[in-house]
């Protein structure tokens, strides 16, 4: 597999010295980790979106979720002590991440924002995650994101 070209999420990662693989494939528009997870062979409870949502007060929040369930948002909400969150239009997701929509990583965010991580991540043994392009994933132990960016853990899966 030829390698990846270096994004701000790469960068972020070898900076904190995290050990991860690369994993490329085609990406295709509103695919979703459907797409990527049958592409790969890998399970899709394995990939974890990153997702940018907006708090009531409009400030941005990531939030990390399997790719094989979505968030509550109402859970999500209570659990930050706000009245509501929601995702963010794509424009505003690629203002506050730096990322375009299907490759937005939690590694490299532009803007600082809290980071939220689904608690049921933790106990994967391995994940993949976007790397900060469409149509690349990197691969890693769970316990890298708490090391490098410091989620704040939350209960709000729900099933798809």
């Known amino acids: 597999m030829t390698k990846h070209s270096e994004t701000p999420a790469t960068v972020v990662l070898k900076n904190h010295h995290v050990s991860y693989t690369e994993h490329v494939y085609e990406y295709v528009e509103h695919g979703g980790t459907s797409m990527s997870s049958s592409s790969l062979g890998v399970d899709e ?20 979720m399997h790719g094989d369930r979505k968030v509550s948002t ?53 994940i993949l995650i976007n790397g900060g392009k469409r149509g690349f994933l990197v691969g890693m132990s769970p316990k890298e994101i708490v ?10 899966a729900m099933e798809i």
């Open 45 to 64: 409870h394995q990939v974890v979106k990153t997702l940018i949502f907006e708090d009531d007060n409009r400030h941005p929040l990531c939030v990390l």
């Open 147 to 156: 090391r490098v960016v410091r989620p704040i853990i939350v209960n709000a």
């Open 74 to 126: 109402k859970e999500l909400a209570r659990q930050m002590g706000v009245k509501r969150v929601a995702p963010c239009k794509p424009e505003d997701a690629t203002r506050h991440s730096g990322y375009q929509v299907g490759g937005c990583s939690p590694f490299g965010l532009r803007k600082p924002m809290p980071i939220y991580i689904e608690k049921t991540i933790l106990d994967l043994e391995k």
